[in-house]
């Protein structure tokens, strides 16, 4: 091979072109090699893609550290193993697998290609699968794992990323997403299973055996006839004058959110022409996340101009989350944030809960979750109203296993939420869902109507009945693991000893500390956390006496050192224009005292 290559990289090189049977990617990689380049060589083989939780995210391309045929197929090699270990009756009960309309024609990389390549891996083994005929919301895979009772479900997407990522997203038996210590198992089996099995090229032959079952029909029939358990208002969505606008944001959406709203009896939504069809090139916008707010939102808002829609819908490419937008009465739309939504989420759920349960004692079994960094609203609802209220670590796999376990022991699980725009409205399915979220979101929108209330009045209307929870949320931008590392142990040493946490931080006085990092935790008698931790990330809450909470954590799958904050307040405290500026006031204090921008060159989230 031309170019010096260390030996550790051209074995690895030389394995990939004697493992590779796609032309596109195995020329990529030749091309590297005859012109040396050293450095784009290392970025493909130096490592493996690492399977979390979460499963893979990756960008597509050449290599072992991208997605592509050859990374799909090891990496199901291994996860089927790890199911035949886990499972004796897997080749009888199978496994389903969804995609969504990503491409990548330079390396010759989709969705559907990679869904195919895991399909034939497991129908090499005699596993049945019941791979999707075609595109599909990320929601119907674990609705289809539970439906069907299959041993696992695979959905091949990179949700809102930049269009050139992919990814590979696992969940369980139970129709949740994995958590630890599956996703080490099957790293492991990846790793023990990384040359192609004989068959596991073969798509046209899989393709044809009787092992392939496509669950598109069925899964839609039962999907949209599970969500009307939350249609409430049938009579009333048929007479209701809103309008709405929907986006899918060139993702799988749309035709899924259209019959949403049909199963309702709501009149359809406008869609937005320029964006309503799937298109891997996400050509409208800069980034395909509708949690970046308005830039993704522009068409949908002059949509809305022009045919005198009220309220804005969004769902990300993979329709799992759930945005929306409403014009207020100065003509400015007002986009919610995640916190709000599953403030008037919650409300309606509950809401509509209560008129159909007269029996005073059924709210002792009934439960809503949220994520540790999202807002304490539905604490103070499930206070006030008497419902049990439980907080999980950061992500749907947590909040998806525990509706499991409650709904396992017998218990009721109305809603679940994290502050990222993802709603579990219905527990038909076990993860975040932006089409139920949408429709639900639809009726209540609706209902609202009758009462001359718009979403912006409701949400003040369950502020002033519930205490006030107002959030900022944001994040700086660092590549430097040292500096993330040294930030946050400073905060572990503020007193030169171990397990000195601050005690204030500017003017404010803070109450507690949980460190989800170390697992200690001041409110606890023996000082140790409740909630699972993780050595792996960093997590630090900082409870203030002013009734604020403030949480700073790495990500997971981005260079970003994130913080969500917040101020309760009691229920009749509602001078809104003071409590805005207390948080402000806080968030200052937080960026200047713990993060220190300037000293460890740290970059704001950009405009």
């Not at 960094?373 to 796999?397: D, N, P, Y």
Request: charged share 25%.
């Amino acid at each position: 091979m031309e170019g010096a290559l260390d030996p550790k990289l051209d074995q690895a090189v030389r394995q990939w072109l004697q493992y590779d049977r796609n032309p596109k990617t195995v020329s990529l990689v030749q091309d590297l090699v005859k012109e040396g380049a050293v450095e784009a060589l290392k970025k493909c083989f130096s490592s493996r893609m690492e399977f979390g939780t979460a499963g893979l995210r990756a960008a597509m391309g050449p290599g072992v550290s991208c997605m592509n045929d050859l990374t799909i197929i090891q990496t199901t090699q291994g996860f089927c193993r790890y199911l035949e270990q886990s499972f004796s009756d897997l080749t009888e009960r199978g496994v389903v697998i969804g995609y969504d309309a990503r491409a990548h024609p330079p390396s010759g990389g989709s969705s559907k290609r990679f869904a195919r390549l895991a399909a034939a891996v497991f129908i090499s083994r005699g596993v049945p699968v019941h791979l999707f005929s075609e595109i599909t919301p990320t929601p119907f895979v674990p609705f289809t794992v539970s439906h069907l009772g299959l041993c696992a479900g695979i959905m091949v997407t990179a949700s809102h990323n930049p269009k050139q990522d992919n990814g590979y997203k696992v969940y369980w038996d139970n129709g949740a997403q994995i958590v630890s210590p599956h996703d080490s198992g099957i790293s492991k089996a990846i790793e023990e299973n990384l040359e192609p099995w004989p068959e596991s090229w073969n798509t046209e032959e899989a393709l044809k055996t009787p092992l392939l079952k496509d669950p598109y029909q069925e899964m839609n029939a039962q999907y949209f006839k599970a969500i009307q358990k939350h249609c409430h208002h049938r009579e009333l969505n048929k007479n209701s004058q809103v309008k709405i606008v929907h986006t899918s944001v060139h993702g799988v959406g749309h035709t899924f959110v259209q019959s949403a709203f049909k199963a309702f009896d709501l009149h359809p939504p406008y869609a937005v022409e320029e964006q309503k069809d799937p298109d891997p090139e996400f050509p409208t916008v800069k980034y395909p996340n509708p949690e970046e707010g308005e830039g993704v939102l522009t068409l949908s808002f002059a949509l809305a101009e022009r045919e005198g829609a009220s309220v804005v819908l969004a769902n990300d490419p993979d329709a799992d989350r759930l945005a929306i937008a409403e014009k207020q009465e100065s003509g400015q739309w007002r986009v919610f944030s995640g916190n709000e939504l599953g403030a008037l989420l919650g409300w309606w759920l509950f809401h509509c809960w209560r008129e159909q349960n007269s029996d005073a004692a059924a709210v002792k079994n009934l439960y809503m979750l949220s994520s540790t960094v999202s807002s304490k609203i539905l604490r103070a609802i499930a206070l006030k109203e008497g419902f049990h209220f439980e907080e999980t670590l950061t992500g749907f796999k947590w909040m998806g296993n525990r509706a499991k376990d409650l709904l396992d022991q017998g218990k009721s699980v109305l809603f679940a939420f994290e502050e990222a725009i993802g709603y579990m409205c219905c527990n038909a399915v076990l993860d975040k869902d932006g089409v139920s979220a949408a429709a639900i979101a639809g009726e209540m929108i609706s209902y609202l109507a009758t009462k001359n209330k718009s979403l912006s009045q409701q949400l003040t209307t369950i502020f002033e009945e519930y205490g006030y929870h107002i959030s900022k949320n944001s994040y700086f931008i660092c590549h430097d693991q040292e500096v993330i590392r040294g930030l946050f142990d400073r905060l572990r040493r503020f007193g030169d000893k171990k397990d000195t946490y601050p005690s204030e931080c500017g003017r404010f006085s803070i109450s507690a500390v949980r460190d989800l990092t170390t697992g200690y935790d001041s409110n606890q008698p023996d000082h140790k956390a409740i909630l699972p931790t993780s050595s792996s990330s960093q997590m630090i809450t900082f409870t203030f006496s002013n009734g604020g909470v403030a949480t700073m954590r790495t990500s997971g799958t981005e260079p970003k050192i994130k913080y969500y904050t917040e101020l309760c307040a009691a229920p009749g405290n509602s001078d809104v224009t003071h409590l805005k500026k207390e948080l402000d006031d806080l968030v200052d204090a937080i960026v200047e005292n713990f993060f220190e921008p300037e000293k460890n060159k740290l970059q704001p989230k950009p405009e």
